[in-house]
């Protein structure tokens, strides 16, 4: 999946200086620090972070509340899962180090 800029402007309809905003935020996408300086920008990316993260126009599908506790609950669940994966580490590497005499 890419990144989805806003449609482009056009020059006759939308004047010069929206055509400039735009081709400016199409540049900041790749500067360190574009999202604070360009309104443009940060409204495409949260677009399209929302795309990705909870699927196809979900910042239009639900309230700001809704995708918050979603984005939450997402954080919440990876971290449990990450705390899964590490028990398990933990354990497999404590049957290495210290066999059972009674399995070996």
């Known amino acids: 999946m890419s990144f989805h800029f806003g449609t482009p402007p056009d020059p006759d309809k939308d004047g010069i200086m929206e055509c400039h905003h735009y081709r400016n935020a199409v540049d900041d996408y790749g500067r360190d620090g574009g999202l604070m300086d360009s309104p443009m920008l940060k409204h495409w990316f949260v677009i399209n972070a929302c795309d990705v993260i909870l699927g196809e126009d979900a910042?239009?599908?639900?309230?700001?509340?809704?995708?918050?506790?979603?984005?939450?609950?997402?954080?919440?669940?990876?971290?449990?899962?990450q705390n899964m994966l590490e028990c398990k580490d933990a354990q497999e590497a404590d049957e290495l180090f210290?066999?059972?005499?009674?399995t070996a």
């Open 59 to 81: 910042m239009y599908k639900y309230s700001a509340q809704t995708l918050f506790e979603m984005l939450q609950d997402m954080s919440t669940s990876h971290e449990e899962y």
């Open 98 to 102: 210290n066999p059972n005499p009674l």
